[in-house]
DNA sequence: CGTGATCTTGAAGCGCTTCAACACAAGTGG
DNA sequence: CCACTTGTGTTGAAGCGCTTCAAGATCACG
């Protein structure tokens, strides 16, 4: 098995060539204001409150907590968790939240959060009242056309994983994470090769509707097959159009 | 097998207890208006410019189409249908739009329809230009409301589906297909306990993640089973719990 | 009424789950 | 500090649920 260099790129923090100017809230940077004027966000920065830190383990919010607040992940990660209306107890990992991405979007529907979100590791994120937020979008259109993507975004990407549960194989699934956080991460600045998962083998599999042996197996196989290195949580894509072709 | 008696609830029409005062579009009885005041259906009311027609098999809006108006099920039903991006050919059915049901909310992404939208009968759909529906939405907060509740509950939706094919089995998954499709029919002033469904085996296997014969042999054991009563397309329900306790 | 699409059912095979045992790391308390 | 506990990860072997392949049956539509 290859040695693992230390230095790997945590999941999470803040990229240094997308410096924040505001201490407050990585939120103007990633996730909001993108095609907004200076002005436009000026009137998104009145209606951000605060910031928020939860540990790792931490519940952010529950299932059937009143939704007043959006969150937007300043750094760190979070996971959304849904149980299934059949009470078995059985739980599923919809959605793996990374710096910049909001949070709580779901909740518009009914008032009431429809997932848990829990903190993969020590994390913080901006708190944005929203019907401060709804009344800054009526001011502002561009403000509003972001918030209407932001939701329409998380649209697609449920459809997304929607598709990779309902078409791909195992492997197929397991090498779909790695392909879409790996470009997550280069996204946010990352080299995007190598990086530190956060989520249990239990959480990836629960996530991607396969055991979590399913998953382990997968990932020996994958680096038996010299497409990645993995140690652990410590994972390198080694070769990504081969992963791209399983 | 028993006989099936020709008089069943199609899966579209217009329920009379909900008639329309609009002949132009049922957009303003399911779908946009709950919670509205009258006024502020009238704003709602001069940003829907008309409707349209759309055949069994045609296709209203394609992959890649960019994105000009909102649509609004005014009778009939389509399916949506997405491709996997690994280009494999694999499709997958990622919803049924009934009347009422909105179309498009995709969109607000990137600008570009992200999936295909198929008619499963002669339908016809109201057409909502997104620009004046968003100036709209600035000037009525009630009708914000209601638009970000619109594209949330969509998240919610395709979250439940994503809930389904991860965790349960094959006919747990076509049970909460029948399940889900009554409720639906009922909210529409349906009995619900029995409907033409216009997606084929093939489709239904597709919507769930499983093959057309898996969905055919769970059928015929749960017609075994004396909980349905199928006949092809036509479907009967005859214990609600049993179907709920698989 | 015929033809292609759709549906049903059977039989064989495979991919994943389940169960089990063990290795390993992290955190805790004596 | 080490022993202990707990959570996590790896790997193997057996079994089952679903897919695949195949052949008819039935339906729908021009």
Chains 1, 2 share one sequence.
Do not use: W
């Not at 959006?70 to 710096?99: C, D, F, I, W």
């Not at 990407?157 to 991460?185: C, F, M, N």
């Amino acid at each position: 098995m290859p040695t693992v260099h230390g230095a790997s790129a945590p999941l999470s923090n803040a990229p240094s060539r997308h410096a924040a100017h505001c201490s407050t809230c990585a939120l103007q940077h990633y996730c909001l204001p993108q095609g907004l004027s200076s002005e436009d966000v000026n009137a998104l920065q009145k209606v951000i409150v605060n910031a928020r830190t939860i540990k790792r383990g931490e519940t952010l919010f529950h299932v059937g907590d009143t939704f007043d607040t959006l969150y937007a992940v300043r750094s760190g990660s979070l996971k959304t968790v849904v149980s299934a209306a059949n009470g078995n107890g059985r739980e599923q990992v919809m959605g793996l939240h990374l710096g910049g991405d909001a949070l709580g979007l779901e909740a518009f529907d009914t008032g009431l959060h429809a997932c848990h979100a829990v903190a993969l590791e020590d994390s913080s994120v901006c708190l944005i009242p929203h019907v401060h937020f709804e009344r800054a979008c009526r001011e502002t259109s561009a403000l509003q056309r972001r918030l209407l993507q932001l939701l329409s975004r998380e649209i697609v990407r449920k459809s997304t994983q929607t598709l990779i549960l309902g078409t791909l194989r195992a492997d197929e699934r397991v090498a779909a994470l790695l392909l879409d956080l790996s470009a997550r991460l280069k996204h946010r600045g990352y080299a995007g090769n190598e990086f530190n998962l956060r989520l249990t083998r239990d959480d990836m599999g629960s996530f991607l509707g396969i055991t979590l042996e399913t998953v382990s197996r997968t990932l020996s196989r994958f680096q038996a097959m010299g497409l990645i290195d993995a140690n652990g949580k410590l994972i390198q894509i080694l070769d990504f159009d081969g992963l791209r072709a399983i």
